[in-house]
């Protein structure tokens, strides 16, 4: 099984709203991640989970809080967001460090807040 | 940051043509990798290269890596209408943890 699950496809949410994106994987992986992606933009990271734990947050504001509760599955909590934070949002995962491995996504989840 | 730059952003081409996309990068790699997303739903990757390689295969794709020159190209051959989509090319020119991405080449094959 080589594949990358995500739930919800589609995410409709207000700004006062407390919503959460699943992520699933049963490839045996060790590294998962978390990408924001807007229209015609490049995916841009957002945590990087490695064993588990947490080693890597580009800065991302507070109102999204990743949980990684076993090594198959990422979530993603979003509590109090700004419209300007809709977006396509990709979990990934891979093998072993991303620089070295290739990175299997998942179809992602389009948030809209409104 | 995205450190990646890649020419053209945009290219439409006739289907059996062949497809020809650069990335340029700004630091040094050990590694470059090559993604294609379909509209609207997650990358899927195409190939890898190490920086010690020159050149890499895979079906209709050949990948080059000059690291003097700090760029990359993917030669898409015989392109059909499949091969619609947005195409990255990511580094770990951020480090081993994470790939940094570029800004894509939309690429159209048209029928």
């Known amino acids: 099984d080589t594949e990358v699950t995500q739930t919800p496809k589609h995410l409709v949410m207000g700004m006062t709203n407390k919503k959460s994106l699943k992520c699933e994987q049963h490839m045996g992986h060790r590294a998962m991640y978390w990408y924001k992606q807007k229209a015609k933009k490049p995916p841009e990271l957002m945590f990087v989970?490695?064993?588990?734990?947490?080693?890597i947050n580009e800065s991302v504001p507070s109102r999204f809080s990743p949980e990684c509760p076993n090594s198959s599955l990422l979530n993603l909590h979003l509590h109090a967001l700004q419209p300007e934070d809709s977006a396509l949002y990709l979990c990934?995962?891979?093998?072993?460090?991303?620089?070295?491995?290739?990175?299997?996504f998942g179809p992602g989840t389009r948030l809209t807040v409104t | 940051s995205q450190q990646g730059e890649e020419d053209p952003q945009a290219l439409s081409i006739q289907e059996g043509e062949n497809a020809t996309m650069n990335c340029s990068y700004k630091t040094s790699i050990n590694n470059l990798q090559w993604y294609r997303q379909n509209s609207g739903r997650g990358l899927v990757h195409l190939i890898l290269?190490?920086?010690?390689?020159r050149e890499k295969h895979s079906g209709r794709l050949r990948v080059t890596l000059d690291t003097s020159k700090k760029s990359s190209s993917l030669l898409i051959t015989a392109s059909r209408a499949a091969d619609t989509a947005s195409y990255f090319c990511?580094?770990?020119?951020?480090?081993?943890?994470?790939?940094?991405f570029g800004q894509g080449t939309r690429l159209t094959i048209n029928p």
């Open positions: 290269i190490r920086s010690n390689e």
């Open positions: 989970y490695s064993y588990e734990k947490l080693s």
């Open positions: 990934a995962s891979s093998y072993g460090l991303a620089g070295v491995y290739e990175q299997y």
């Open positions: 990511a580094t770990d020119a951020g480090g081993a943890q994470k790939l940094v």
